[in-house]
């Protein structure tokens, strides 16, 4: 006669437990085989490659204007086309578009939330979106008339079930692309609000994303709180590529210039380079003696800069190449929350915690 | 769902998502180090002698040394562990940075050390207010006063409880040695400048929104579904590393004279001398454009359709060879996969007629594969319906007429036209001048108005376009001429 009977559940429960551990057993079998046909054909370091490229010179990157006017965290922030105005938002709801040349503030709208974490310009200039703990993302039409209230105008186009993280719109006016702590992205027609696309595979809050420059133009790269950086198909809503080498929330995600690679920052303190064609990880921009997280990159024009924006109040320039770091740029008294390269790449904005906005240049 | 909000939570929330605080703590152990570390020494302040303090300018040399940065950065990480809370001042207790001079400061006892594990409670700060206000009446801060008052009163029904451990804490003080009071009074009151900052003060413990998951919890939702991705992942094509990561430097390379921050801007950057005359030279619809701007179209097929001057140009040289239609089919494309979903089954009807029906008046020359596909996608149009037949067309127009295109004499009147800008020397008189001389430029609103009446106007007084005329003989039923030789 054996032991006394285990009660039914208790059964149950330790298949499940089996089995579950069974499934993660097998889950890591197959990533480490990911892992090892990725290695298969890397064949060489981008650090090697590096060694023959011409090294980069001194750099005297100052402040050349700040933006004072907004009256709590500046969250983020975008460019316009016409490469000299650009929108920010903040934690007290406030949307201002300014001439960043000339400092002028020429619109300003109250969301009716707070937090307002995303916002973006629209290709024609004519138009801003924005969105943040309200769930949504909103396009205001920009008007010339200053009497004019800008939210009677205000479209709803994205609604999400947590809040908005990112958004940015695509080669129009006319559809926008989404992320939310909900742990989807979306695409949407603006005028309808209508859904196009959704896409599932993030395993929580979503926190960035960019639309990649390539030619046919229908990708684009997420980056999240589960560590992944996923690339998707916009067609078809799945998954193409995904990445997991950070070790904490991915909060910025940048194509390369040529579409071909795309940098991430994280809360580990490091940034790194996705080369998609290889499907690998081929740098990481990390010093011991940087300790805080990456809120924010962006890429120079060429593609051998890249600038990102960190907690400790600084902002750290990378030669994307070689792997050092050319330049710390001090200025900031708070987190820097937003960095974004000028669209003829003449200069770089930051947003900071400190309420205002920086031009570097 | 439930959906989070930031209401004020009393300080109730915990830290998961500060990475840095282990990174942190290491620094610190090093720091510490009896031989290697920052050398201590007891320090005389005031009547008391306060053992193992350290000075600011210490503690920048150590940071400067042990990561080899300059003194400013060594600074900054110096200050913001000051923030962290790790080390405090002895001096002027409420500012959180390290001065580079010989203020004193001790290490915090990692007691005190910030936690991710649980929250800086309300209730421990009610007690250490209420044990200051038992001590010495009065002696509480204005802000600190506010606090206290408003705890109190959110807090009111275990106040007996706060203000009797407030009593025993403070009777336990009492009973320790001068020296070591003196000492954790300064620790704890550290803990609290760095835990409930002063109001207009920056605090390194505020991390912002919670982010709806935490990342310590262990999730092990859609295995199975992750492992059909893996499998998938594992068969994907991949190109060598050396091929892949080549054709990422020679990018770099390509583009260095054109990157602002690599090479000189000419005739110069606005941002660095306040004059706009690069923004001018470079506006999308200029006519004659610079030597540089030319020089990015030679890069890539895609450089050159996506600047509208470029493509201006490219077009005006397939109307001089009658292949126009395929660029026009390619902007019809684009503008089908990101325009309004209303208007989308209208557009895909419209480029059929004109591009893809047998007869049409632009008929461009696909394959007929492609075709098949495309004629039968168009019963259930959506926006990406064209996308086999725009790739096809796209391919064609950069393998074939874009190397054409760069040695027609088009291209080369273009490029002997360009503008090659002389670099600005202002002297600093004249700086200071263009700086107070910034203009505001036209509004993107009123450019597009203006664009909008310019398209109307041409469309208004164009030359009679023959291929409307022959779908407009079509649709009566009239003969239709042979269309023109198609040319690939």
Redesign the interface.
């Known amino acids: 006669m054996r032991s006394p009977p285990i009660p039914e559940m208790a059964t149950q429960e330790v298949q499940l437990n089996e089995t579950l551990a069974h499934l993660k057993t097998e889950s890591e079998t197959l990533k480490s085989k990911l892992e090892e046909e990725r290695a298969k054909l890397h064949d060489v370091e981008l650090h090697q490659v590096a060694e023959k490229v011409e090294g980069l010179g001194q750099f005297v990157m100052k402040t050349r204007r700040t933006l004072k006017g907004h009256g709590n965290k500046v969250l983020c922030m975008d460019w316009c086309k016409d490469k000299r105005r650009i929108v920010s938002s903040s934690q007290d709801g406030k949307v201002i578009v300014w001439d960043a040349f000339t400092t002028n503030k020429e619109h300003a709208v109250t969301m009716p939330c707070t937090w307002v974490m995303a916002c973006a310009y629209a290709p024609s200039g004519c138009a801003v979106a924005c969105g943040g703990l309200d769930n949504k993302c909103s396009v205001y039409p920009l008007s010339l008339d200053k009497n004019e209230n800008l939210a009677a105008k205000k479209k709803s186009v994205a609604m999400h079930t947590n809040y908005l993280s990112a958004c940015s719109f695509t080669n129009s006016d006319m559809q926008i692309l989404t992320s939310s702590g909900d742990g989807t992205c979306a695409l949407w027609d603006v005028e309808s609000g209508q859904l196009l696309q959704s896409f599932h595979g993030h395993a929580a809050d979503v926190l960035c994303l960019d639309l990649a420059p390539s030619e046919t133009g229908n990708t684009f790269v997420s980056g999240g709180c589960d560590k992944k950086a996923n690339v998707w198909d916009m067609r078809s809503g799945q998954c193409i590529q995904s990445f997991e080498t950070h070790e904490s929330d991915i909060n910025s995600v940048r194509y390369y210039p040529s579409g071909d690679a795309f940098a991430s920052g994280s809360d580990d303190a490091t940034c790194r380079l996705y080369d998609l064609r290889a499907d690998r990880e081929v740098a990481i921009y990390s010093k011991e003696s940087i300790i805080f997280g990456v809120s924010s990159v962006d890429f120079s024009l060429s593609g051998r800069l890249l600038f990102g924006g960190y907690n400790d109040y600084t902002i750290n320039v990378w030669d994307v190449l070689k792997g050092t770091r050319v330049s710390i740029l001090f200025g900031h008294e708070n987190r820097v929350s937003t960095l974004r390269v000028s669209p003829d790449g003449t200069a770089f904005c930051t947003g900071s915690w400190d309420h205002t906005l920086r031009i570097w240049a | ?1 439930t ?4 209401i004020r939570d009393h300080g109730q929330r915990y830290r998961p ?4 605080l282990k ?2 703590e290491k ?1 610190l152990l090093e720091m510490q180090d009896p031989k290697t570390g920052v050398k201590s020494q007891p320090q005389r302040l005031v009547i008391t002698t306060i053992p193992h303090a350290i000075s600011g300018e210490d503690i920048i040399a150590w ?1 400067a040394d042990r ?3 300059d003194s ?3 600074r ?2 110096g200050s ?1 562990l000051v923030a962290l809370g790790y080390i405090y001042p002895l001096q002027d207790h409420k500012r959180l940075v390290i001065k580079p001079d010989a203020s004193l400061y001790r290490f915090q006892t990692p007691y005190f050390w910030p936690t991710q594990q649980w929250p800086v409670e309300d209730t421990d700060y009610a007690i250490y207010l209420a044990k200051r206000n038992i001590r010495k009446k009065g002696i509480l801060e204005l802000h600190e006063q506010e606090q206290y008052n408003r705890l109190h009163k959110w807090m009111n029904h275990k106040w007996d409880f706060i203000v009797m451990q407030a009593k025993e804490q403070y009777r336990a003080a009492k009973e320790r040695k001068k020296p070591d009071r003196v000492v954790f009074d300064c620790q704890e009151r550290a803990y609290w400048v760095v835990h409930r900052p002063p109001p207009g003060t ?1 605090s390194a413990m ?1 991390y ?2 919670e ?3 935490d ?1 310590n919890a262990d ?6 579904l ?2 059909i ?3 998938q ?2 068969m ?1 094509p ?12 020679k ?6 004279s ?5 090479s000189k ?1 000419l005739p110069s ?4 001398t306040d004059d ?1 005359t ?2 001018t030279l ?1 506006m999308p619809n200029v006519e004659i454009p610079t030597k540089m701007r030319v020089e990015r179209w030679t890069f890539s ?2 450089e050159l359709l996506s600047d509208p001057r470029g493509r201006d140009d490219f077009r005006l040289f397939l109307k001089k060879e009658f292949s126009g239609e395929n660029l026009a089919f390619w902007e019809g494309c ?1 503008d089908l ?6 208007t989308m089954r209208e557009k895909a009807e419209h480029i059929y007629k004109t591009f893809l029906a047998r007869g049409a008046p632009r008929w461009i020359n696909i394959d007929g594969k492609t075709m098949e596909i495309t004629v039968k996608g168009l019963k259930h149009p959506h ?2 319906v064209l ?1 086999a037949a725009q ?1 096809h067309i ?1 391919m064609l127009m950069k393998k074939d007429s874009f190397g054409r295109y760069m040695k027609s004499p088009v291209f080369k009147d273009t490029l002997k036209k360009a503008i090659a800008p002389e670099e600005h020397k202002f002297t600093d008189a004249q700086l200071e001048q263009n700086a107070k001389n ?4 036209l ?6 108005q203006q664009e909008l009446e310019q398209k109307a106007k041409m469309a208004a007084s164009a030359p009679v376009d023959i291929t409307q005329v022959m779908s407009k003989l079509s649709k009566q039923g009239k003969e239709v001429a042979p269309r023109p030789p198609s040319k690939n």
């Open positions: 769902m959906i989070r909000n930031a998502r500060m990475a840095c990174k942190a620094v940071l990561f080899q940065i400013q950065e060594a900054n990480l913001m920056v505020d912002g929104l982010r709806r998951i990342p999730e092990v939702t859609g295995e199975s992750h492992m991705f893996t499998q992942s594992i994907r991949r190109v060598k590393s050396s091929v892949s990561i080549g054709a990422l430097v990018y770099c390379a390509t583009y260095n054109h990157d602002p921050f690599l801007c950057n606005p941002w660095l706009v690069y923004w470079n097929f895609r684009e996969k990101w325009g309004t979903a209303a926006r990406y996308e790739t796209y910034r203009r505001p430029s509004s993107p609103i009123i450019l597009r």
